[in-house]
Each structure stands twice: as C-alpha cells, then as structure tokens.
C-alpha cells in the first residue's frame, strides 16, 4: 500500500514558487508515495499558556489529528532571512506539543527548499534540519535540495518547465520513496 506523505508549504503567497514545486511533487510522486498537503495558514501563534489551560485553539487540535496518521513528511519551503519561514517553525512547535505527543516523532522527513536566488535556500533548508534531531524526524541525507532560481522553473500553467529539473524531481522522490520504505 501507498504511504502517506504530509507536504507542509513554507509559504501562503498565491503565486508561491514553493507551492508550485508542492503540487509538481505530488503529480510525479511514484506510486508508492500518496502525497497531500496539509495547510498550515490557519494555526493561531503557539502560546503555551493555551495548552497549560486546557484550552488549545481547535484549530491547534485539528492539525495534530490530521498530521498524526502520515507515515512521512515533506517540507517544501522558502527561506526567509537565510532562516526558517515563521509561518512553517510554528506549524512544527503546534504539532511538537504538547510535550511528549508530538506529531513529528519518529516520521521521515525530507526537505526542498526553493528560492528565486541562487543559493537555493541553504540556510533555511538546514535550520528545518536541525529542529529534526530534537524532533527525532529521520531525515532523508541526499539527494539535497536547495533549488535556485525558481522564477524560471514554472511554465504559465504552473508545471516544471525545466527537462533536468523534472529528472531531479523523480531521483529525489525515488529517494524519499526508498527512505520511507527502509524506516517503515
Ligand atoms: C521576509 C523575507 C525574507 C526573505 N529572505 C530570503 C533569504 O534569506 N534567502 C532567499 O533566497 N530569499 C529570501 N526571500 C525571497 C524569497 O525567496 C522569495 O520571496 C520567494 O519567492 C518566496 O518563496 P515563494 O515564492 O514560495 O513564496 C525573502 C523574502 C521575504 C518576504
């Protein structure tokens, strides 16, 4: 049977070069792989004192549900100030709590990290790394994927429209397959 990938975007801008390359995901993902996005725009700001009272927002506890059941997780992101995007670090602090329930724990993960510039969102791509060893997240080591220049990876109905990106595309998902497989 398939396994269940969760894709967690990075980024709510309409014309997100992220989002694209989620959706590009999904459409060459192998059979193996059942990927879907789960949105993450709608999560109030973690306070704890929330949970302390007993009274997570619903939206909180709706996440938590929903993620849980994955066998994977994918993180398709931006970097923002050469860091993680705040939109998707509190997708990954709601889900992490309370402590000792955290959504994340033991599930694959792997990242992409796609910029207009050419450094391909190193520094967001390895910040989200590091939240993965406390978060005990298996995460996938190659192949990486820092993607540059993103403004020019999309044709006008949104599809890869670069030959040897579509062909890193399927090694990466291979990869990931392969990755999710071996830890499941
Ligand atoms: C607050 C902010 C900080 C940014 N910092 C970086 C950065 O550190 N490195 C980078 O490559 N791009 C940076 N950018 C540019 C983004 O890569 C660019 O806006 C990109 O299109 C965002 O991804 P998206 O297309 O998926 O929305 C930044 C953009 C914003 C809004």
Do not use: C
């Not at 694209?20 to 995901?25: D, E, P, V």
């Not at 849980?68 to 939109?87: A, H, K, Q, W």
């Not at 599930?107 to 190193?122: H, L, R, Y």
């Amino acid at each position: 049977m398939a396994k269940r990938i969760a894709v967690l975007v990075g980024s709510l801008r309409k014309e997100s070069y992220n989002r694209k390359m989620a959706h590009a995901l999904i459409a060459a993902a192998p059979e193996s792989l059942k990927l879907e996005i789960v949105e993450i725009g709608n999560l109030p700001i973690y306070n704890q004192d929330f949970e302390d009272e007993g009274k997570p927002p619903v939206e909180w506890t709706a996440f938590r549900q929903r993620v849980r059941p994955f066998d994977g997780v994918l993180f398709v992101t931006p970097e923002y100030n050469r860091s993680i995007p705040g939109l998707l670090k509190n997708a990954i602090d709601v889900g992490s709590r309370p402590y000792g329930q955290s959504v994340w724990d033991g599930k694959p993960a792997a990242v992409m990290t796609v910029s207009p510039g050419a450094i391909g969102g190193f520094g967001a791509n390895h910040h989200l790394r590091q939240t993965f060893v406390f978060l005990n997240m298996p995460v996938m080591q190659q192949p990486e994927a820092y993607v540059g220049n993103g403004s020019q990876l999309f044709d006008a109905k949104g599809s890869i429209a670069v030959e040897s990106t579509r062909q890193f595309l399927a090694r990466f998902l291979n990869a990931f397959a392969a990755w999710v497989d071996k830890l499941g």
